[in-house]
Each structure stands twice: as C-alpha cells, then as structure tokens.
T-cell receptor
Framework: DSGVTQTPKHLITATGQRVTLRCSPRSGDLSVYWYQQSLDQGLQFLIQYYNGEERAKGNILERFSAQQFPDLHSELNLSSLELGDSALYFC?????????????FGSGTRLTVV | AQSVAQPEDQVNVAEGNPLTVKCTYSVSGNPYLFWYVQYPNRGLQFLLKYITGDNLVKGSYGFEAEFNKSQTSFHLKKPSALVSDSALYFCAVRDRGDSWGKLQFGAGTQVVVTP
C-alpha cells in the first residue's frame, strides 16, 4: 500500500456520460498530480494541485476538470466521455517540495467507455 | 522544456544475466532523475532517484543507475536479472530550477526476463 488511495478501481460507463475519480494523497503530502495512461499515448500529465490551488496544467481536455479540497483529497471529473477516454488514470502525491524528490502513485482507476 | 527518451520499447534478457534499461533526458537546467517500475494492473512504484552527489545511485530490489551529465543519460542497471523483474520501467526527469515543474516520463520500456 503506497498510501495514495484511488477510488473506484474500475469504472465502466457509456459514451456521453460523466464520471468522477477520487484520490486521497499520502498523509502529509500537499501536492496531487493526475496522469492518464493509455496504450498509444503512454503516461500523460493532466494537472497538478498544491494545497488546494492549481499549479500546473498538462494535456488536459476541456471536458476534464479537477479540484483539490481543503482536506487535500482530489477529484478528477470527466464529462461527455468518448471511447478514446478509456485509460488508466493515476493519481500521485508529493510533499511540500512540489515533487522535487519524486511522487508516490496510487494503484489507478481503470476507466472503460463503451 | 524537458523530455525523456527511452529508446527501447522492450528489453529481453535471460535470468541471471545483466539488465540495462536506457534513458536519455533533456532539460534546460540541472535535472532530478527518477526510475519507476509498473507491474501489471498496478501503479508505478519508485525505484531510485538522482538528486545530487554521487553519480551512481543505488535503489530498491538491487537496481542501480548511473547519472552521466555529458551524455545526458541515466541508465538503469541490475547485475543479475530475475524473472520477477519482468515489468514496465519508466524513466522520469524534472528540471531542478522549476519550482512547480512536473515529472516528465518516458514512454516506458517493457522488460522481459526469461528463465
């Protein structure tokens, strides 16, 4: 157990729907990062939050949004889902250095859009 | 901008033989470098990191990596591979001077260790 908790582990939904992925960072970590892993795109950075504020944005689609709450857990919202959104979504957390010493990853949420 | 290249999609090695997984990087400043491993249906697990100091870094499960600044490389090595080392390996880089910079991951190298 890495200490980063992601729920749910698996999600199957239909095209056009909206889903929410949840992440609880490791205790004491202030930063949360979201990554998408697909077979053809590899590991793609989506977005980073630090202590409730957005700090960096990557290749995140406009249909996707995220937030970090006061208790530091984070949610990734995916809407108007398309078949191509099927992927593994990872959350990672790091300490107050902003990830200078690396991240701790959760076990991921596998999203299947049918 | 920062980038990472893992030139081999797959590395095949027999159990007991040395294992090397290659990684080269590009950053505008000085790098922080990392190796992660991913087993099937699992998250990425940290193996080792180079922050500063000795160029040879020792990590988990007998792995080590050598930072070579002139060649901008950070190859992962293990003297004697095990079948259980079969997994997907990711190299990652971050610019030391960028306070909020993200880790940039390579495309990954699949390691297959045969008995």
């Amino acid at each position: 157990d890495s200490g980063v908790t992601q729920t749910p582990k698996h999600l199957i939904t239909a095209t056009g729907q909206r889903v929410t992925l949840r992440c609880s960072p490791r205790s004491g970590d202030l930063s949360v990062y979201w990554y998408q892993q697909s077979l053809d795109q590899g590991l793609q950075f989506l977005i980073q939050y630090y202590n409730g504020e957005e700090r960096a944005k990557g290749n995140i689609l406009e249909r996707f949004s995220a937030q970090q709450f006061p208790d530091l857990h984070s949610e990734l919202n995916l809407s108007s889902l398309e078949l191509g959104d099927s992927a593994l979504y990872f959350c990672a957390s790091s300490d107050g250095t902003g990830g200078r010493y690396g991240y701790t990853f959760g076990s991921g949420t596998r999203l299947t859009v049918v | 901008a920062q980038s990472v290249a893992q030139p081999e999609d797959q590395v095949n090695v027999a159990e007991g033989n040395p294992l090397t997984v290659k990684c080269t990087y590009s950053v505008s400043g000085n790098p922080y470098l990392f190796w992660y491993v991913q087993y099937p249906n699992r998250g990425l697990q940290f193996l080792l990191k180079y922050i500063t100091g000795d160029n040879l870094v020792k990590g988990s499960y007998g792995f080590e990596a050598e930072f070579n600044k002139s060649q901008t490389s950070f190859h992962l090595k293990k003297p004697s591979a095990l079948v259980s080392d079969s997994a997907l390996y990711f190299c990652a880089v971050r610019d030391r001077g960028d306070s909020w910079g993200k880790l940039q991951f390579g495309a990954g190298t699949q390691v297959v260790v045969t008995p």
